[in-house]
């Protein structure tokens, strides 16, 4: 009696006090699976969302998205006015992206992406991207190049392009509180746009966005974007072309070690970045098919001072006309001398930033097969 | 002089033997037993005399049916008959058991329930003019069920033998498994009605004194009509009356058996059954097959794993699923989510109740399907599969994800058949549980059920001992089973002497 006179009260306090309430079966909601912020036409933003549904097919059920779009003073209250006027109750937490219009970016982000870094149930690891020269809710509406499901589509695209293009890093929105938080680096995020042909339209990275504290500054083009992934290091796998005349050489890059090391000669700091990079040559045309050993040689020479101009050219352009460390030097040479940063630091300091450029390049699997 | 039946009977229905006592006419004894087995059929009387010596009259009482006829004539009626006696001294009794009479277990008495118990048993009683006493002669020769495979615990190698419902058949075949003077065979009649003759087996020098006292203590205070199933006595002496757990092994398998004795356990087996009970059982013994030891220890240590894993399986897929599906949506993969929310579009019941509904027709299936006789099994198989499941479905009253949770269920359900009444109550809280709290349901029943299980003993052993053991020989026979090369020792707190090899 003894021992149900003191376990019952606990058994009872971890049954009727504990436990989760929210009960709603899966069927009954609305996955949300992108969200697009616009700023509005006649309130502060508008706000698209995605959601991922199915349609029963012949065999099996195929996908179906479902857009449903409302305006209001904040995030909140237009995915308020959402809610209220779906039939279901959204769920936000199966997210994989948030898109920001490129007027609304301007505005800044702070504002928006508050409510993904509040809220329980959007995820702080969802993807952010910026929508360049068309609207947010455009790209979700954008005809498809496999998914049906747009906001998917994007993450697929974003993953693909990071791991074997590396032509811009995956954001989140914890990263990119991060970086808007943190002095001495600015924000950046992938850029998409809707790429026109004539037969097809899709969706496609179109560079990078850089942020002044959290409004949109201007756009990196793709092969800036590259630089800018590689110096980061965050290359994984790339491709690099040079051409001159007829000639075309394509170089598959595998593998990139990038080395950035702050120094400081005298009041200046110097940035020597090192960059190594294990490639191999994909596609050569032109006239010199031979690949002797001497070839090989100057081939390689000829890669790395291409590589290494376009560095010091993109390094310079930053500092000269964007303005913006998206490398993050201000903060790497705060990390290693603290005081003498301080002591450095003013406006416009890229300017002022002497950088060492260093390439070297190995050819990996190249001449193997070679009929001497 | 027979008296009625009923002067012996008291009102409650039991039989006062007291009053019975045997005198030297044979017309009076004969009597009495008659009218004690009074409208009794089967009961079969045989008068002989001597044709050399009128002294030596006889009356023989034997049961048709339970007695082997041809030992009635052979060795009993034809010596007491042909035998050329002229003259004798002593007890005329006393000379037939010694002199004439030519089986090979005799017995003489003056007790009439231990006549009339004999009688019953197969033996054939002896009673002679002019004496006291009677004698009780073995004749037992019913028929039994020949040895065969056990159906509940088939094997794919090693010994096929099993139990039969005969005790002297069984403890026969423990003892050609082991052949030492160390294995000791304890009998004691239970059951008031039936006297069922139970006997217990242990190795005198392995055995744990404590577990054999606290078993030979709880039996003896047994007091029922009628013990038919060695299920009888584990139930009147387990340890925890109400647990789902079974503490008290059953096996049909005479090697089985015979291992749990070589790790200095108690077999106790009853009269009329060929289900052996093992005491104490331990958790693990539940998850064991006697098949792991006679094949390859790599296959059989990957099936043992999987049949822990099939445990933790069948208790818990239905609740996870229901947490996850009702509570933590955000859990599922997105793929995932967007396949079980169009399957379950449209879905009449909320999804407890269709969980619930479904392993409930499981449960029913399966029940028919031990229940039903064999020449039917492939009409329920094709109203199982295909109707319950394909039509079901197409119809929309389950949403197809759920077919495949309880399917996953039940199939992994009968890879741990041994702890099917613990599996049934236990998944039927857990998707209680997660359906009112979630998640944190699952986990604090699991939680429980755990804490419960460890507070078990069987005997007076902890029920779940060596499960959480950090002793390396402890856990060579627990989640995988090691060659036998490595396993030194017996359980510890099973065994006296733990030493299996040196």
Known sequence: ?372 | MKKNFSVFVDSVGNINYDDMTLSASLKNNGGLIASLFENDAMLRKRECKNIFNKKIHCLLFFMDGMAKSELVDESIAKPVIELPISNFEGDVIDFLAENVLYSGEIKKTADVKELAGALIYGDTLVFAEGSEKALIVNSKGWRTRSIEQPENEKTLRGPKEGFTESLLMNTGLLRRKLRTPDLKFETVTLGSRTNTCVCFCYLNSLVNRDVLRTLKNRINKISIDGILDTNYIDELIRDNQWTPFKTAGVTERPDVAAARLLEGRIAVIADGSPSVMTVPYLFVESLQSGDDYYINYYFSSVGRLLRFISLFITVITPAFYIALVAFHKEMIPTNLALSISEAREGVPFPITVECILMLLVFEILRESGVRMPSNVGAALSTVGAIVIGQAAVDAKFISAPMVIIVSVTGITGIMVSKLKGVVIVYRLALVLLASTLGMYGLIFGVMIMVAHAESLTSFGVRYTSFMSSGRLQEIKDIYIRFPWRFMKTRPFNIAKNIVRKG
């Open chain 1, 1 to 372: 009696m003894k021992v149900y006179k003191t376990v019952l009260p606990l058994l009872l306090c971890c049954t009727l006090l504990c436990g989760c309430g929210n009960y709603l079966e899966i069927e009954d909601t609305f996955l949300v699976s992108g969200i697009a912020v616009d700023k509005g036409e006649k309130d502060n933003f508008s706000v698209t969302v995605e959601i991922a549904g199915t349609e029963s097919g012949e065999d099996a059920p195929s996908r179906k998205q479902l857009i449903l779009s409302a305006e209001g003073k904040s995030l909140y209250a237009a995915l308020g006015n959402i809610s209220a006027a779906a039939s279901r109750k959204l769920f936000l937490s199966q997210t994989a992206v948030v898109i920001i219009g490129e007027e609304a970016a301007k505005d800044g982000l702070l504002q928006i992406i508050d409510l993904a870094m509040r809220d329980t149930e959007l995820r702080i690891t969802n993807s952010v991207v910026v929508a360049k020269d068309c609207k947010a809710k455009e790209l979700l509406s954008a005809p498809s190049a496999g998914e049906t499901i747009k906001a998917y589509e994007i993450k697929n695209v974003i993953k693909t392009s990071a791991k074997n293009f590396s032509v811009t890093p995956d954001v989140t929105v914890y990263e990119l509180i991060n970086a808007i938080g943190n002095r001495g680096i600015a924000a950046t995020l992938p850029a998409f746009s809707i790429e026109k042909s004539e037969k097809m339209q899709s969706l496609a990275i179109c560079g990078t966005a850089v942020f002044k504290d959290d409004k949109l500054k201007t756009f990196l083009s793709t092969s800036e974007s590259k630089l800018m992934t590689m110096l980061m290091g965050k290359t994984e796998e790339t491709t690099l072309a040079e051409k001159t005349g007829d000639d075309i050489i394509n170089l598959k890059v595998y593998k990139c070690d990038t080395d950035v090391k702050p120094g400081f000669k005298g009041e200046n700091p110097v940035i020597n970045i090192s960059l190594k990079l294990d490639a191999g040559i994909d596609e050569l045309t032109g006239k010199d098919h031979v690949l002797s050993a001497g070839e090989h040689e100057k081939i390689r020479q000829r890669l790395e001072e291409k590589l290494k101009k376009d560095i010091e050219n993109f390094v310079g352009k930053l500092a000269f006309e964007t303005g913006e460390d998206i490398l993050g030097f201000g903060s790497r040479i705060y990390k290693k001398y603290p005081d003498k940063w301080l002591k450095f630091k003013h406006k416009g300091y890229l300017k002022d930033i002497t950088c060492r450029v260093n390439v070297k390049i190995k050819f990996r699997s190249t001449g193997f097969v070679n009929k001497a």
